[in-house]
């Protein structure tokens, strides 16, 4: 079983929905550094306010896994379930 890698773009459909992300965005990153399998969580601001870049990198799909679930269980994942999330996902072996 090998790394997951998360990589793509959240693309925010207003100004009160990037509102949102600048809002939830810092605990949301330290809370996802800090699981068990996270090797890198970068969710980066582009020139388009409305649109970050998103890399993630897990040490095996269970840590991922475990990641997803923590995500959709969160006030992070409550407040954005409506924000387009552009990304793929792919697995080392």
Request: glycine share 6%; net charge negative.
């Amino acid at each position: 079983m090998g790394q997951v890698e998360l990589r793509g773009r959240l693309v925010c459909a207003d100004t009160d929905a990037a509102a949102t992300v600048v809002r939830q965005l810092p605990l949301h990153t330290a809370l996802s550094r800090a699981e068990p399998g996270c090797l890198r969580f970068e969710v980066t601001a582009t020139a388009d306010p409305l649109v970050w870049e998103v890399a993630e990198r897990f040490a095996d799909r269970a840590a991922f896994d475990a990641h997803q679930a923590r995500v959709a269980a969160s006030e992070w994942g409550r407040a954005t379930a409506g924000i387009a999330r552009e990304y793929a996902v792919t697995e080392a072996d």
